[in-house]
Every structure is written in structure tokens, then in C-alpha cells.
């Protein structure tokens, strides 16, 4: 039996994609409302029950709209106790600018011949962590030229 929790969720994520899709698709409000109405007998979308918000989704994805789907940052690695809070840094500084793991991989290989990450050291893990700090200067300073 599902949870009173997972409801909600997937209502607001049908209400996200509707409005997702309809900017996407570039409706007009009037469009859109006309849209709700000929699919749901409401101009509303907040009014919607689950059913409904789901005929929507379906009629704007027979209308063209293709969701984009979530970029992949790939599977955090697992590592020593002692590597965690390096472990968390490091995913920070991957996410702020927009890097997968598979980047700070990469640099664990350059430097160390290492495949992944897991199988650093806190030492060799730390080096990755400058890397990284020293990547993301290095990006601002390109970002303030521009």
C-alpha cells in the first residue's frame, strides 16, 4: 500500500512537468487554459486529481514535448572512514561547477595511475581534492576575463 507521502510527490511532479512542458512548448495562457479545459473540463491545473494531471502530460507529450532527461554525474564512490569528509568536499566542488565524478576519476588516474577513486589513499585522495579546489580557481578566473 503506498504511503500518504508518496502522493504528494507524485502530484507535484505531474504539476513540474506540465509547467515544464508548457513552457517548453511555448503556450500562450490562453493556449494552456484552453489546453486544461478540452482535455480536463478546468482552466486550472491546481484543481486537477492525479488521473487528470496525467491526460495532460500525455496530451502535451502528444503535442511534441519530450522531456529532457537529468544529467547523469555518475555513482559517488565509496571510501575508507578516513576519506569521507575529502569524499565531501569533493563532491561540492563537483557540483558547483558542473563535473562528474567521473572527472575527479580522471584526475586520480593522471596523477597516480589509480582507476577509481575508491582505491586511494587519504593522501592520494586529498591530492584530487587540491585538484579540484585549484580547477575551480582557475575556472572563476576565466569566468571574471569574460
Known sequence: MATSDARPEGRNSLLAKIHIARKDLALGEDVYRDLLERVTGQRSASGLTD????????ELRAKGWQPKAAPRKGRKPRVKAGGSALLAKMEALLADNGRPWSYAEAIARRMFGVEKLEWCDADQLKAVMVALVKDARRREGKEEEA
Open 51 to 58: 488521473r487528470q494531471l496525467v491526460a495532460v502530460v500525455a
